[in-house]
């Protein structure tokens, strides 16, 4: 977009008669923005290059982090990611030039980030992908070992006898089908974005769990038939991002690494963008469990993985006996009154605020003087208790020693209907810290 060119920028006044900014696909560089003003983005690029390549929960929508990373880098910079998920940041980033550094603690997320940043030889991809679908169409049940389909808890609960035997099948498919472990992830993730669909779970909950109401119905051959759809889809969306992948600029995905104890030196980053997981809402590694126990990277209990997770709900008694202040006015009054209602809730929000503090720090430790944060959090509520994690981590940034540059929301688009404002979780809050 041209250089001052705001013609996709119009002001608008929504159903509660509020003033928002409404901007229509790619953000300007210099879209003008003042504290506490609110934003409508529409994105059109949710699903571009690699980024449709699997669904993630509350994941960025691509048009943001493009944006702030054309307004606040350059070209050759690098940037970190402390809560990448899917590796959307690093997608951008790479496709605009920039090195970058996507941390998750989360296997399945960066088993998912390093297949969507992968550039693959299309050639080969094709190859492989024909090779794949006629093997399928020739899958019959008795082709398939009750031995060979994975253990993992409540199997028979999770899945139909057939879709056992099916994705069974197609992995076994896919293993055989190249020697080059690009491709095979690609595969491999192909199938994975499949598996909430074809498992007797609610695809529409971001927990894993089988509603009876839902009468799902499951039939013979819908594994196989969903994974050859989004094998071919996906196959086209690795290829958009490897046609518009033209550049030197590195990525890692590190491991041994969590958002509050990075393994980075001091003043490496030119950067930092994120959006932080929210205090209690989204339980990951249990959103992600049949995924992960087809691809191999979980077998058993989550709860070791839970407890790495900021915002989890894994917490011992002993911790929440009594009441736990974090020293920011606002945040102490809204953990009180938790507490009064519930003190194991009152706890997982005292954490989520303690371990995002820890998470602030690590970053400006490892961004140079200059350099900017820019976290996108929004509400959300514990106990019925508005909970607005954003204006307690702005507050608590200060004590830190950044200088709080700019904030701003962004509404969320598929909340936009007509709730009581409270009950929505209705708009994510960019705030802008500078060291
Ligand atoms: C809101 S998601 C990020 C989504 C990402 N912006 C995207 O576009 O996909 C938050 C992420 O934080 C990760 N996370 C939670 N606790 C973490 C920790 N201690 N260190 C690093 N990552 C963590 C979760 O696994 C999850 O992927």
């Given at each position: 977009?041209?250089?001052?060119?705001?013609?996709?920028?119009?002001?608008?006044?929504?159903?509660?008669?509020?003033?928002?900014?409404?901007?229509?696909?790619?953000?300007?560089?210099?879209?003008?923005?003042?504290?506490?003003?609110?934003?409508?983005?529409?994105?059109?690029?949710?699903?571009?290059?690699?980024?449709?390549?699997?669904?993630?929960?509350?994941?960025?929508?691509?048009?943001?982090?493009?944006?702030?990373?054309?307004?606040?880098?350059?070209?050759?910079?690098?940037?970190?990611?402390?809560?990448?998920?899917?590796?959307?940041?690093?997608?951008?980033?790479?496709?605009?030039?920039?090195?970058?550094?996507?941390?998750?603690?989360?296997?399945?997320?960066?088993?998912?980030?390093?297949?969507?940043?992968?550039p693959i030889d299309k050639f080969e991809l094709n190859k492989t992908v024909d090779r794949i679908l006629k093997q399928l169409v020739t899958f019959n049940p008795k082709m398939v070992e009750s031995k060979d389909i994975p253990e993992f808890p409540y199997r028979e609960n999770w899945f139909a006898k057939e879709i056992l035997l099916e994705l069974t099948f197609i992995k076994k498919v896919i293993l055989n089908s190249t020697n080059d472990n690009k491709i095979k992830n690609l595969c491999l993730i192909s199938m994975s974005s499949?598996?909430?669909?074809?498992?007797?779970?609610?695809?529409?909950?971001?927990?894993?769990?089988?509603?009876?109401?839902?009468?799902?119905?499951?039939?013979?051959?819908?594994?196989?038939?969903?994974?050859?759809?989004?094998?071919?889809?996906?196959?086209?969306?690795?290829?958009?991002?490897?046609?518009?992948?033209?550049?030197?600029?590195?990525?890692?995905?590190?491991?041994?690494?969590?958002?509050?104890?990075?393994?980075?030196?001091?003043?490496?980053?030119?950067?930092?963008?994120?959006?932080?997981?929210?205090?209690?809402?989204?339980?990951?590694?249990?959103?992600?469990?049949?995924?992960?126990?087809?691809?191999?990277?979980?077998?058993?209990?989550?709860?070791?993985?839970?407890?790495?997770?900021?915002?989890?709900?894994?917490?011992?008694?002993?911790?929440?006996?009594?009441?736990?202040?974090?020293?920011?006015?606002?945040?102490?009054?809204?953990?009180?009154?938790?507490?009064?209602?519930?003190?194991?809730?009152?706890?997982?929000?005292?954490?989520?605020?303690?371990?995002?503090?820890?998470?602030?720090?690590?970053?400006?430790?490892?961004?140079?003087?200059g350099g900017r944060y820019i976290i996108v959090v929004g509400n959300n509520r514990i106990k019925g208790e508005l909970f607005e994690s954003w204006k307690y981590l702005m507050r608590l940034s200060e004590n830190i020693g950044y200088k709080v540059e700019n904030y701003f929301g962004s509404?969320?688009?598929?909340?936009?209907?007509?709730?009581?404002?409270?009950?929505?979780?209705?708009?994510?809050?960019?705030?802008?810290?500078?060291?």
């Amino acid at each position: 977009m041209p250089f001052g060119d705001l013609s996709n920028v119009k002001e608008i006044t929504n159903e509660f008669g509020e003033t928002l900014i409404r901007v229509d696909g790619d953000i300007p560089a210099d879209l003008p923005v003042s504290d506490g003003q609110r934003f409508l983005f529409i994105s059109y690029d949710q699903s571009k290059y690699s980024h449709g390549i699997h669904k993630y929960p509350a994941k960025f929508f691509p048009e943001l982090p493009r944006w702030l990373i054309n307004r606040y880098s350059q070209p050759n910079d690098l940037i970190l990611d402390p809560f990448a998920g899917s590796a959307t940041t690093n997608i951008e980033a790479l496709l605009l030039n920039r090195n970058s550094v996507a941390i998750d603690v989360d296997p399945f997320a960066k088993y998912l980030a390093k297949v969507k940043t992968i550039p693959i030889d299309k050639f080969e991809l094709n190859k492989t992908v024909d090779r794949i679908l006629k093997q399928l169409v020739t899958f019959n049940p008795k082709m398939v070992e009750s031995k060979d389909i994975p253990e993992f808890p409540y199997r028979e609960n999770w899945f139909a006898k057939e879709i056992l035997l099916e994705l069974t099948f197609i992995k076994k498919v896919i293993l055989n089908s190249t020697n080059d472990n690009k491709i095979k992830n690609l595969c491999l993730i192909s199938m994975s974005s499949v598996i909430r669909a074809v498992s007797n779970a609610d695809d529409n909950c971001t927990r894993t769990v089988v509603r009876k109401k839902l009468n799902k119905e499951i039939y013979p051959s819908f594994a196989l038939t969903k994974f050859a759809e989004n094998l071919i889809i996906n196959s086209y969306r690795i290829n958009d991002f490897t046609n518009r992948f033209n550049t030197n600029a590195t990525l890692e995905i590190p491991d041994g690494n969590d958002a509050r104890f990075l393994t980075y030196p001091d003043n490496h980053f030119d950067l930092a963008i994120t959006s932080p997981p929210y205090a209690n809402a989204v339980d990951y590694p249990r959103t992600h469990q049949l995924e992960m126990y087809w691809l191999g990277l979980a077998n058993g209990s989550l709860s070791k993985l839970k407890e790495t997770h900021i915002g989890t709900e894994v917490v011992m008694v002993n911790e929440y006996k009594q009441l736990h202040k974090i020293g920011e006015e606002s945040a102490d009054k809204k953990i009180e009154a938790i507490y009064k209602l519930d003190p194991r809730r009152a706890y997982i929000a005292y954490k989520y605020i303690y371990d995002m503090t820890l998470n602030m720090k690590e970053v400006y430790r490892v961004l140079k003087p200059g350099g900017r944060y820019i976290i996108v959090v929004g509400n959300n509520r514990i106990k019925g208790e508005l909970f607005e994690s954003w204006k307690y981590l702005m507050r608590l940034s200060e004590n830190i020693g950044y200088k709080v540059e700019n904030y701003f929301g962004s509404e969320i688009i598929k909340h936009f209907i007509k709730v009581p404002r409270e009950e929505r979780i209705n708009t994510d809050w960019i705030i802008v810290l500078k060291k």
